[in-house]
């Protein structure tokens, strides 16, 4: 496997688990959120956006984390060798950017320039965070089975599977899997 997408609600371990593929494998993270937002949260132009997540995922090796179904699946999913969906309680995801909010500490899959604020944008996306499962996952899973149905999906729930998850991989690629 060379070519890895993750997929979960914000706070979920995304970009933890692609940075720690990366390094047990030697492949180079996408963060999508680096790819699409500007300083101060501004948006990208779609077309630019798309053009770099295209630029992104043109070489034989990655591993891209972030969902922006709707908008770079096509671009994405026809390339990649695995799918891992981080089925992470929301409650934890909740609690994982309360408190990486709070701590302002600077992170790698953090876009330059955008800092966590308590605004009334943070509260919409801490009611987005809240309420992922429910109104944004099925679109995303049900876009994922129309563009890479044929793609080997792992669905990790946990620090401990996604510890195994991790000793299970080497150099040569991943190890037993379950679809």
């Not at 770099?52 to 984390?65: G, I, K």
């Not at 800092?115 to 876009?143: C, H, Q, S």
Request: aromatic letters at 8%.
């Amino acid at each position: 496997m060379q070519r890895i997408v993750i997929l979960g609600n914000a706070g979920s371990g995304k970009s933890t688990l692609a940075r720690a593929i990366g390094e047990r494998l030697g492949l180079p993270v996408v963060h999508l959120d680096t790819l699409f937002w500007e300083p101060n949260w501004v948006e990208t132009d779609a077309e630019q956006f798309r053009t770099r997540v295209r630029e992104a995922v043109a070489s034989d090796t990655w591993v891209c984390e972030g969902n922006y179904a709707r908008r770079t699946f096509d671009l994405r999913l026809p390339r990649a060798d695995l799918i891992i969906w981080l089925d992470t309680p929301r409650l934890t995801c909740f609690t994982r950017v309360l408190i990486r909010s709070a701590l302002k500490r600077p992170r790698a899959d953090r876009p330059v320039g955008c800092t966590d604020k308590l605004d009334r944008e943070f509260l919409t996306f801490l009611d987005f965070v809240w309420n992922f499962d429910r109104g944004y996952r099925p679109g995303i899973e049900a876009m994922r089975l129309a563009v890479g149905p044929q793609i080997p999906t792992v669905h990790l729930r946990g620090n401990q599977q996604v510890a195994e998850f991790l000793d299970s991989l080497s150099v040569s690629g991943i190890g037993a899997i379950e679809r």
